[in-house]
């Protein structure tokens, strides 16, 4: 069956460098979601999509953007990156609200 | 606020049956959701109780009570493999879903 698909897997930026992840949802669910997730923390809800419109905003900094397109793949736009920034970011699709499946997850490295 | 309370770590022996527990304090609630985590993979959704009760997948239980706010995660027959970070996460009157910190789950031969 097909997952949620993200990449890269690995990014290594330098502080103050822009990134963009990607993410492809399942076919056929409604909702993206994207998280951050630090070291030892739960993930923390940036930003979710329904049906390509944004639906919910959590702890999303200014610097980062997103927006999904009409093929209903997601792309996450980080700039002015920080050390801080460092951390795995999920993408996760659901049809309802209740499953949540999660992409394998991008690991940004700032230096 | 909102918030979730969980173990920060339980260990266990291979073999034996484990509980993860849960209390949570949300703005309004629709179901409490179990995740499974290993170091380094992405969550994997294992549960969601709407109902008070008991909900069984093979080897994974979780339960809910409502009116306690209170839910498990009840996990049989322990294997190696089960040694992994499990989130409770609560969806609130907003389909958002609130986190607990995450249980990690320590099983010992």
């Known amino acids: 069956a097909a997952g949620v698909i993200q990449s890269p897997r690995h990014l290594i930026k330098e502080k103050r460098e822009t990134a963009t992840l990607k993410c492809y949802p399942i076919?056929?669910?409604?909702?993206v979601y994207w998280y951050q997730q630090g070291p030892g923390q739960d993930p923390q809800f940036l930003i979710s999509?329904?049906?390509?419109?944004?639906?919910d905003k959590g702890s999303i900094p200014d610097r980062f953007s997103a927006q999904q397109f009409s093929d209903y793949h997601s792309e996450l736009n980080m700039s002015s990156l920080e050390l801080g920034d460092s951390a795995l970011y999920f993408c996760?699709?659901?049809?309802?609200?209740?499953?949540?499946?999660f992409g394998s997850g991008t690991r940004l490295t700032v230096v | 606020g909102q918030s979730l309370e969980q173990p920060s770590e339980v260990t266990a022996v291979e073999g034996a049956i484990v509980q993860i527990n849960c209390t949570y304090q949300t703005s309004g609630f629709y179901g409490l959701s179990w995740y499974q985590q290993h170091d380094g993979g992405a969550p994997t959704f294992l549960s969601y109780?709407?109902l008070d009760g008991l909900e069984e997948t093979g080897r994974f239980s979780s339960f809910l009570s409502r009116s306690d706010s209170y839910g498990y995660l009840l996990l049989q027959e322990l294997q190696m493999k089960d040694s992994a970070s499990y989130f409770c996460a609560a969806m609130d009157s907003n389909y958002q879903l609130i986190w607990g910190a995450g249980t990690k789950l320590i099983i010992k031969p």
């Open positions: 999509f329904y049906e390509k419109m944004q639906s």
């Open positions: 996760a699709s659901s049809a309802g609200a209740q499953a949540r499946t």
């Open positions: 109780n709407a």
């Open positions: 076919p056929r669910h409604d909702t």
